[in-house]
C-alpha cells in the first residue's frame, strides 16, 4: 500500500537569504564584540543595575564580582563620582569622559552613594575584569538557564534557516533568535555599569542595538513571522505595503526612544506579541489541510506555551512566594524561549508534525484525569470528615485510606471515560477512524473471502487515512486493485 506525500520545498539561497545571513553573522560578532570590548575596561568589580524608576539617576549595586576591598556594599545607590553628578541622560552626557586618565587599573575614584537615606562618601579601587570572578557569576542557575533557552532558540533558527533558505518564516525566526541573544551578550552581564559613561562607546553602541531591537528588530520579526507563517496570507498579495507597516512604526519608534518616550519600545513589542498571536489564531482557522493544521498546532502551541513560560517567571513579583518556589519560577520562566524555539522549528520544518496531536492527546486526558481524581480525593475527604463528626465520631487517618482507595478504584474507568469524551468531542476523526477499524477487525474474524477483504481493506484505508492514491497488491497472483 502505498500513500503519495506532499512535495517538499526546495532549498534556494537566493539574494534575500544571503542578506539575512549576513545580517544575523554582523549582528551576533557585533555584539560579542561589544561584550569583549567590555570585558577590557577597567572597573570597580561590582555589578549594578540602573534604577528602576524613571525619574532616579546612577546605579545601583547588586553583586561584588571580583571582590576588592572598598567601602562599597549591596544596595548603594552610585550618583556621583569624582563630584560629578549622574543625573544627566546618559546619551547626552560627556561629561565623565573627562575622568578618562583617572579611570586606570590601579587608581582609586571618589564616589558619592546614598545608602538606607543618607549620602556617604567612598573611595572605590579600580581594576581589570577577571574572567574567573565573571564565569561564577554567570553560572548562576538563571543565568545559565537563560543562556541555554537562547543558544536553543538561535540553534534552531539556523538548522531551521539552513534546511528551508527560502521560507520566510524560517528568515524570521532566525532573525529573532540572533536578536535576542545579542540583547543577552550587551546586557546579560552588565545591566548598567559607570564605565560606560566614561567610555561612551559600549554606551552608545549598546543604546543602538537596544533601540533598535525593541523598535524594529524584534516587533517586526514577530509580526513577519505571523504574515508568512505556514504560508503568506493572501491579503499580502492584494496589498503587499502591509508587510512593510511594521518596520515604519519601527522607525517612528526609534524618533521616539530619541524624544525620551522608553516606553515605546516596551509597548510596541508587547502590542507585536499579541498581533502575531492573532495572525497565528486566524490562520488556525482559515488553514483547512492537515498539513498547515499541525504546523499551526506546532507553531502557536508552542509560542503560547514559550511565552507562557517566560511570563511565570515575574509571578514572584505579584505574589510573595518562598525563595525556593521564586528560584523555580525564575528558571522555569527563562527556558520558554527554547521551548518556543524547538516547538517553532519543528513547526517551520514540518519535521513528526503530527505527533503533536499524541502531546496534546496526553496533555488532555492526564490534565482532566488529575484534577477530576483531586476533585474526588478532597472532596471524599470533606464528607466522611463531615459525617463523622455528624455521628459525634472523631476524625482519624481511616478516612483518608479510604479516600486514597476511592482514587484508585476510580483511575482505570475515569481514564477511559475521559479519553473517549475527549476523542469525541476534539478528535471527531481520529475517533470515526478508530471505530471504523474496530469494526473492520470485528468482521475480519468472520470473512473467508479474499476478494471481499481486500476491498473492505482499501475502504477502511481510504475512509480513515484519506490518501491521493491506495494500492493494493497480492503476493499470490497479479491481482491489484487501486481507489
Not at 160 to 186: D, H, Q
Not at 235 to 262: C, D, S
Not at 435 to 457: H, M, P, Y
Amino acid at each position: 500500500m502505498t500513500v503519495r506525500a506532499q512535495p517538499q520545498d526546495k532549498k534556494s539561497f537566493d539574494r534575500g537569504a544571503w542578506i539575512t545571513l549576513f545580517f544575523v553573522l554582523v549582528l551576533l560578532i557585533w555584539s560579542l564584540g561589544l561584550l569583549v570590548y567590555h570585558l577590557t575596561l577597567p572597573a570597580d568589580g561590582w555589578i549594578s543595575t540602573e534604577p528602576d524608576s524613571f525619574d532616579s539617576y546612577g546605579y545601583i549595586y547588586t553583586q561584588d564580582v571580583m571582590g576588592i576591598p572598598s567601602g562599597v556594599q549591596v544596595g548603594d545607590h552610585l550618583i556621583m563620582v569624582e563630584g560629578i553628578s549622574l543625573d544627566i541622560s546618559p546619551l547626552l552626557d560627556f561629561s565623565l569622559f573627562e575622568l578618562r586618565p583617572v579611570w586606570q587599573a590601579g587608581n582609586s575614584v571618589h564616589y558619592t552613594v546614598v545608602r538606607q537615606g543618607e549620602e556617604l562618601q567612598l573611595q572605590a579601587p579600580l581594576s581589570h575584569w577577571q574572567l574567573s570572578g565573571l564565569i561564577q557569576r554567570v553560572i548562576s542557575l538563571r543565568g545559565m538557564v537563560l543562556l541555554l533557552g537562547l543558544a536553543i532558540f538561535l540553534c534552531m533558527g539556523f538548522i531551521t534557516f539552513l534546511k528551508r533558505p527560502e521560507n520566510p518564516a524560517a528568515r524570521a525566526m532566525l532573525v529573532l533568535g540572533a536578536v535576542l541573544m545579542s540583547i543577552s551578550f550587551v546586557l546579560g552581564p552588565f545591566p548598567g555599569s559607570i564605565q560606560d559613561r566614561i567610555f561612551p562607546f559600549t554606551e552608545i553602541s549598546g543604546a543602538v542595538l537596544v533601540t533598535a531591537s525593541f523598535t524594529v528588530l524584534i516587533p517586526t520579526a514577530f509580526i513577519r513571522f505571523g504574515l508568512v507563517f505556514p504560508r503568506p496570507k493572501p491579503i499580502l498579495e492584494h496589498r503587499p505595503w502591509i508587510a512593510y507597516l511594521p518596520y515604519v512604526i519601527g522607525i517612528m519608534g526609534v524618533f521616539a526612544f530619541v524624544k525620551g518616550f522608553i516606553l515605546f519600545g516596551f509597548i510596541w513589542t508587547g502590542a507585536s506579541v499579541a498581533i502575531t498571536i492573532l495572525l497565528l489564531a486566524h490562520s488556525t482557522f482559515t488553514m483547512r489541510d492537515a498539513v498547515s493544521r499541525a504546523q499551526m498546532r506546532w507553531g502557536l502551541g508552542g509560542m503560547l506555551l514559550g511565552l507562557g513560560m517566560f511570563f511565570s517567571s515575574y509571578l514572584p513579583v505579584f505574589w510573595k512566594l518562598s525563595q525556593p518556589v521564586t528560584n523555580f519560577f525564575e528558571s522555569f520562566g527563562e527556558l520558554g524561549f527554547g521551548v518556543m524555539g524547538v516547538t517553532l522549528g519543528i513547526a517551520v520544518l514540518r519535521y513528526r508534525l503530527f505527533d503533536i496531536d499524541v502531546i496534546i492527546r496526553r496533555t488532555l486526558v492526564y490534565g482532566a484525569l488529575t484534577l477530576t481524581l483531586a476533585l474526588v480525593y478532597f472532596g471524599s475527604v470533606v464528607l466522611l470528615q463531615s459525617l463523622v463528626a455528624a455521628v459525634g465520631g472523631q476524625q482519624s487517618a481511616v478516612i483518608t485510606v479510604i479516600s486514597t482507595l476511592l482514587i484508585a478504584a476510580l483511575f482505570t474507568p475515569l481514564r477511559r471515560r475521559i479519553q473517549s469524551d475527549i476523542d469525541r468531542r476534539f478528535y471527531r476523526k481520529k475517533y470515526d477512524a478508530e471505530k471504523t477499524i474496530a469494526a473492520f477487525s470485528a468482521g475480519l474474524r468472520q470473512e473467508v473471502d479474499l476478494e471481499q477483504i481486500g476491498e473492505r481493506l482499501l475502504s477502511v484505508v481510504e475512509e480513515t487515512m484519506q490518501p491521493e492514491h491506495v494500492s493494493l497488491w497480492l503476493k499470490d497472483g497479479v491481482r491489484e486493485k487501486k481507489l
